[in-house]
Nanobody
């Protein structure tokens, strides 16, 4: 059974940076697409960034120019580099892998932006 797990969340000051990681296990090399979502308190879960197998990426307007999704195919891990963080970025961040047409979600990692 394929699982994904996020790491790298935490508390950061406004203007700071964090890098989230999401690893799939067992190691497989046929993930069709990866995506990062987030859910702030009282709000719906929203797509932050996505990457398909061919490498094309997409971003929410609110994070364009600040966040970057990337992957390490050897480690079967996807990353979300987050720069210039602000309070509106505070949320639980979830990783999703699409494998054999199934969505596989992680448990989420908390990101809190506060001084």
């Amino acid at each position: 059974q394929v699982q994904v797990a996020e790491s790298g969340g935490g508390l950061v000051q406004p203007g700071g940076s964090l890098r989230l990681s999401c690893a799939a296990s067992p190691r497989i090399f046929s993930i069709d697409a990866w995506a990062w979502y987030r859910q702030a308190p009282g709000k719906q879960r929203e797509l932050v960034a996505g990457m398909v197998n061919g490498g094309n990426t997409q971003y929410a307007d609110s994070v364009k120019g600040r966040f970057t999704i990337s992957r390490d195919t050897v480690k079967n891990t996807v990353y979300l580099q987050m720069n210039s963080l602000n309070a509106e970025d505070t949320a639980v961040y979830y990783c999703k892998a699409i494998y054999r047409r199934s969505d596989i979600w992680g448990q989420g990692t908390q990101v809190t932006v506060s001084s």
